[in-house]
């Protein structure tokens, strides 16, 4: 499209500035031959514009073909990707399931289903896919593939909210057998842990009704108002926001709008020995 525009941009401006300089005022000349209506340059100009705009959508709809999803795939999806306010939840069809960063092998294609929780939010990852919104109540599809290995950053394109301009994630590219690796270890369920501490944190996580909006075991598909925290220690914090420490995780557990102004999680008043339990609970969710 680009390289026929580019041509037909230097045909008119060529054709323009030879009218100027040939047909000039100069002194003592008549003015040039005034034509009016012809039949042959109406046609001309309306004949190739249309085999230009034809020719452009014969091919726009071969490239729509190949780059969208089917609307209703026959397949189930590979991933279906949530949009909460404020974050990405992607459940694979094995069960696994990853907060803000998503996994995908690289040349191979994923069939990627885009739904939301709340309200409207639009995934997109400008280098890898089309935007695509996500409607509450409503499934679109998108292909997610890239043909390089890379971390590719990822927005929310749809003003959701007071966070929405941190609603940012990052699909992960690796060679398939990373990735195989990967979504076998995400879907398999943390280590309970079995002394001290974060066995202490873990009965205060089930008491304080954090499983409430907290999937822990990654076999829990039940869908919650918080994100999944079965490997916790393992990913990024707020996706990237913040380093994930224990003194953040305890900062985030004491004192959530602190950091995030206008999350859904509300304030537990947690003793400072609680809080220190509870991190250590969190930390084990490897
Ligand atoms: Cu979600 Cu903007």
């Known amino acids: 499209m680009l390289i026929l525009a580019a041509v037909i941009f230097a ?17 003592g000349a008549a003015l040039p031959t005034q ?4 039949r042959k340059a109406e046609i001309t100009w309306t004949v190739i514009p249309i085999v230009i705009v034809t020719v452009l959508f014969v091919f726009t709809v071969r490239t729509m073909a190949f780059v969208d999803a089917p609307r209703e795939p026959a397949d189930q999806p590979d991933v279906t990707i949530t949009g909460h306010q404020w974050w990405w939840e992607a459940r694979y069809a094995n069960g696994a399931v990853a907060v803000q960063e998503i996994h995908i ?10 739904e939301a929780a709340d309200v409207i939010h639009d995934f997109w990852v400008p280098q890898l896919a089309r935007k695509m919104d996500a409607v509450p109540g409503r499934s679109g599809y998108i292909w997610l593939e890239a043909n390089a290995p890379g971390t590719y950053e990822g927005r929310c394109s749809e003003f959701c909210g007071m966070q929405h301009a941190w609603m940012h994630f990052t699909v992960i590219a690796e060679p398939e057998p990373q990735f195989s690796a990967w979504l076998q270890r995400q879907a398999e369920p943390p280590r309970e842990p079995e002394a001290g501490l974060p066995v202490v944190g873990g009965r205060l996580f089930r008491e304080e009704k954090c499983t409430d909006c907290h999937a822990v075991s990654a076999t829990d598909t039940q869908p919650r108002k ?22 953040n995780l305890a900062r985030w557990t004491v004192n959530p709008q602190s950091i995030k102004p206008g999350n859904r999680m509300p304030n537990q ?15 084990s969710l490897r």
């Open 11 to 27: 045909l008119v401006a060529v054709l323009v500035i030879y009218g100027i300089v040939r047909y000039r005022a100069r002194d």
């Open 269 to 283: 008043r947690l003793s400072n020995a609680d809080t220190l339990a509870l991190t250590a609970y969190l930390e």
């Open 226 to 247: 918080g994100p999944p925290l079965a490997h916790i220690a393992g990913r990024k914090l707020l996706g990237g926001d913040i380093p994930n420490s224990p003194a």
């Open 35 to 38: 034509i009016f209506g012809s």
């Open 105 to 114: 092998p690289v040349g191979r294609r994923l069939l990627a289903r885009i």
